[in-house]
């Protein structure tokens, strides 16, 4: 990967749109993945640029909240938090059957735009 914030941000951008592509064919918890991994691209993103080095090979969003002494809002933690446990459930499901269920359209499709918003205010820091 090359070394610069900016790559990381195509790819969270580029996996937001991948996100979306997964929403509108109805494969719900691929689009949960994608949410978790362009908030994790964009923190890394965050994360080469404060500190200029790459950053470690780990997808726990809260690890890099901290890392980076980020504040996000208390409603903004939770989404992180939440979406942090989910996305261990949809990289690593124990059965199609039962994650398919978990996941619909009208509860991800709300963790789509949640997603928008963290990546909002994660980019807001990159301008700081």
């Not at 969270?12 to 978790?36: Q, W």
């Amino acid at each position: 990967m090359s070394v610069d914030y900016k790559e990381w941000i195509d790819q969270a951008d580029y996996d937001i749109e991948t996100a979306k592509a997964m929403i509108e064919c109805g494969r719900y918890f691929y689009a949960v993945f994608m949410c978790h991994l362009s908030i994790e691209k964009a923190l890394k993103g965050l994360y080469y640029k404060e500190t200029g080095k790459l950053p470690p090979k780990i997808h726990k969003l809260t690890y890099f909240v901290e890392k980076l002494g980020l504040q996000p809002e208390k409603n903004l933690l939770k989404f992180i938090i939440g979406i942090d446990d989910a996305s261990v459930a949809t990289r690593y499901p124990e059965s199609l059957k039962e994650i398919s269920k978990k996941f619909k359209k009208k509860n991800t499709s709300e963790i789509f735009e949640r997603t928008n918003e963290v990546l909002r205010w994660i980019k807001e820091k990159l301008t700081i």
